[in-house]
Nanobody
Framework: QVQLVESGGGLVQAGGSLRLSCATS????????MGWFRQAQGKEREFVAG???????YYADSVKGRFTISRDNAKSTVLLQMNSLKPEDTAVYYC?????????????????WGQGTQVTVSS
């Protein structure tokens, strides 16, 4: 059974940092594109960052320069380091995996999802 489990969310003041972790199990995702999404209350789920199997990364403009995605294929984990957090970063954050090497920013293109972890940034 495939599982993606996020951790590391919490409450932080504006300007602070958090590191999210996503542990995967049930199959090997080392060749697949992995991403982080977020969904704020009352809004649609949006792409945050993604990473190819070889480590190349891609970011939404809203987080570029502040967030860093990385992956450890040996440990089957993907991380999201979030710095200089802003109140508008407040959302539930989800990790997701495609069943292909190719990237996408669309939630519907991702096959596996975690349950999400809440990130709240106070002003």
């Amino acid at each position: 059974q495939v599982q993606l489990v996020e951790s590391g969310g919490g409450l932080v003041q504006a300007g602070g940092s958090l590191r999210l972790s996503c542990a995967t199990s049930g199959r090997t995702f080392s060749n697949y594109f992995m991403g982080w999404f977020r969904q704020a209350q009352g809004k649609e789920r949006e792409f945050v960052a993604g990473i190819w199997s070889g480590g190349r990364t891609y970011y939404a403009d809203s987080v570029k320069g502040r967030f860093t995605i990385s992956r450890d294929n040996a440990k089957s984990t993907v991380l999201l380091q979030m710095n200089s957090l802003k109140p508008e970063d407040t959302a539930v954050y989800y990790c997701a995996v495609r069943s292909t090497y190719y990237h996408s920013v669309l939630p519907r293109d991702y096959k596996y999802w975690g349950q999400g972890t809440q990130v709240t940034v106070s002003s």
